[in-house]
């Protein structure tokens, strides 16, 4: 999954030279995938879903939690019917993730507009052990808030990408992570 | 977290254009479907249709490398994967794939798709690939016990 290195990078963990070339040559792997299969080679295409697939899917659950599943699913049919535009494999990743999030917003919102009485069941935040999990926090934010957030923190994209991928202008993409982490933090201090 | 077989068999139809992906739910368990799907070198070619016989050349992990004579008498070199629930076979001309899911009922939902390929593009020829699905699914349910 090179772009979780990638991210790694990008909240200063240390990246080691050697884990960089891996990272390296995975996102190598990928973009050769990617040409072979836009060239008709349906293995390629095959060895594509399953090397995209846990990257895709990390993405899904962090912005559409339980409906991450369903998320991915979608997030993968998009991705894949629409490889045959993606102009510059090389950008194969930013791309990915860009759909990827997307749908994992639209998907959240859908999931949120058919159970609304689910929100009245968000768990107080006074409880001393769900304070402690990072998902019950997350699930308080809206899904647009955790995706600047799965952008900005842990895919350590600048404000201007992190707008470009939600479509949004930079100023908004400031303000919505400035909102979200604050939501985090007062949920997470309960 | 990641999807189904046959969730991911259609990704793979999305993807490729001209594919069609054909579903039906067996009354039998998932290892007695795979059991007949998964056998490359008996039910496999049983229920395919024009397929006459295969024979398994190499393995090598999920990897597998076959080769198909159809009724007619033409010969397909195959090479792909094959794993629990899951198997996808290209050869220069051909491409098939297949996928099963136990459905936790006793039931098993399966999913093939495939057909002639197009060369230089992630495409098949559609005309008469879905009748010829569709054959495969009523022959697979016929073959499995």
Same mark, same amino acid.
């Given at each position: 999954?090179?772009?979780? %290195?990638?991210a790694?990078?990008?909240?200063?963990?240390?990246?080691?030279?050697?884990?960089d070339?891996?990272?390296?040559?995975? *996102?190598?792997?990928?973009?050769?995938?990617a040409?072979?299969?836009?060239?008709?080679? #349906?293995?390629?295409?095959?060895?594509?879903? %399953?090397?995209? #697939?846990p990257?895709?899917?990390?993405?899904?659950?962090?912005?559409?939690?339980?409906?991450?599943?369903?998320?991915?699913?979608?997030?993968?049919?998009?991705?894949? #019917?629409?490889?045959?535009?993606?102009?510059?494999p090389?950008?194969?990743?930013?791309?990915?993730?860009?759909?990827? *999030?997307?749908?994992?917003?639209?998907?959240?919102?859908?999931?949120?507009?058919?159970?609304? /009485?689910?929100?009245?069941?968000?768990?107080e935040?006074?409880?001393?052990?769900?304070? /402690?999990?990072?998902? %019950?926090?997350?699930?308080?934010?809206?899904?647009?808030?955790?995706?600047?957030? *799965?952008?900005?923190? *842990?895919?350590?994209?600048?404000?201007?990408?992190?707008? /470009?991928?939600?479509?949004?202008?930079?100023? #908004?993409?400031?303000?919505?992570?400035?909102?979200?982490?604050?939501?985090?933090?007062k949920?997470?201090?309960? | 977290m990641?999807?189904?077989?046959?969730?991911?068999?259609?990704?793979?139809g999305?993807?490729?254009r001209?594919?069609?992906?054909?579903?039906?739910?067996?009354?039998?368990?998932?290892?007695?479907?795979?059991?007949v799907?998964?056998?490359?070198?008996?039910?496999?070619?049983?229920?395919?249709?024009?397929?006459?016989?295969?024979?398994?050349?190499?393995?090598?992990?999920?990897?597998?490398?076959?080769?198909?004579?159809?009724?007619?008498?033409?010969?397909?070199?195959?090479?792909?994967?094959?794993?629990?629930?899951?198997?996808?076979?290209?050869?220069?001309f051909?491409?098939?794939?297949?996928?099963?899911?136990?459905?936790?009922?006793?039931?098993?939902r399966?999913?093939?798709?495939?057909?002639?390929?197009?060369?230089?593009?992630?495409?098949?020829?559609?005309?008469?690939?879905?009748?010829?699905?569709?054959?495969?699914?009523?022959?697979?349910g016929?073959?499995?016990?």
């Open positions: 999954m090179p772009p979780a %290195d990638h790694d990078r990008g909240v200063g963990r240390g990246v080691g030279l050697g884990a070339r891996g990272v390296e040559r995975r *996102v190598d792997r990928g973009v050769a995938l040409r072979a299969a836009r060239r008709g080679d #349906t293995l390629a295409l095959h060895d594509l879903l %399953d090397h995209l #697939t990257y895709i899917a990390r993405i899904c659950r962090s912005i559409a939690l339980d409906d991450g599943p369903d998320a991915t699913q979608e997030a993968l049919v998009a991705v894949f #019917t629409s490889l045959r535009s993606l102009r510059d090389e950008a194969l990743y930013g791309w990915v993730r860009g759909i990827s *999030v997307r749908e994992a917003v639209r998907v959240a919102k859908r999931a949120a507009r058919a159970r609304p /009485a689910e929100l009245a069941d968000v768990p935040r006074g409880d001393p052990q769900l304070a /402690a999990d990072i998902d %019950d926090v997350l699930s308080r934010l809206s899904p647009q808030h955790r995706a600047v957030l *799965v952008l900005r923190d *842990v895919e350590g994209l600048d404000e201007e990408s992190a707008a /470009a991928v939600l479509g949004v202008p930079a100023g #908004t993409a400031k303000s919505r992570l400035h909102r979200a982490r604050q939501s985090f933090r949920a997470w201090n309960g | 990641t999807p189904s077989n046959v969730g991911r068999l259609r990704v793979m999305a993807a490729i001209g594919a069609h992906v054909v579903e039906g739910v067996l009354p039998s368990s998932f290892d007695e479907v795979w059991g799907m998964g056998d490359l070198e008996g039910g496999f070619g049983d229920f395919q249709p024009d397929m006459r016989s295969l024979r398994v050349l190499r393995v090598d992990g999920d990897r597998v490398e076959a080769l198909a004579r159809s009724r007619y008498g033409l010969r397909a070199h195959f090479h792909g994967v094959l794993r629990p629930g899951w198997g996808w076979l290209q050869s220069r051909l491409v098939v794939g297949m996928a099963a899911d136990a459905m936790g009922d006793g039931r098993t399966v999913a093939l798709t495939g057909g002639v390929r197009v060369p230089g593009r992630p495409a098949l020829v559609p005309i008469g690939a879905r009748g010829e699905l569709e054959r495969a699914m009523r022959r697979l016929e073959r499995v016990p």
